[in-house]
């Protein structure tokens, strides 16, 4: 059992940075491939980006490239999503998830979430 926990979420204007991290626990967490979701108010759940176990095979979605980069540290079992050139579209709760060996659509454990809110 895996259990995710993010935190780093806020308010921050239009084109500004902003870090969301992610602590894993209860895991072998370099066996699970990790990424990050986000629903908006009235929308549903979309998938942000994901990252392999290895750190070689990442994943965007298009509105995100070159915006947006995750990364993980297997030592300190957290995974990041820096966002950067922030849009109010972006404005939404952020999850966390995993899933063993590589990134799914409905992965096996996720977070609570972190709001993200981005002001035009």
């Known amino acids: 059992q895996v259990q995710l926990v993010e935190s780093g979420g806020g308010l921050v204007q239009a084109g500004g940075s902003l870090r969301v991290s992610c602590a894993a626990s209860?895991?072998?967490?370099?066996?699970?491939?990790v990424g990050w979701f986000r629903q908006a108010l009235g929308n549903e759940r979309e998938f942000v980006a994901s990252?392999?176990?290895?750190?070689?095979?990442?994943s965007y979605t298009n509105s995100v490239k070159g915006r947006f980069t995750i990364s993980r540290d297997n030592a300190k079992n957290t995974v990041y999503l820096q966002m950067n050139s922030l849009k109010h579209e972006d404005t939404a709760v952020y999850y966390c998830?995993?899933?063993?060996?590589?990134?799914?659509?409905?992965?096996?454990?996720w977070g609570q979430g972190t709001q993200v809110t981005v002001s035009s």
């Open positions: 990252l392999s176990p290895s750190s070689i095979t990442t």
């Open positions: 998830a995993a899933n063993p060996i590589a990134m799914t659509n409905s992965p096996r454990y």
């Open positions: 209860g895991g072998t967490f370099r066996s699970y491939a």
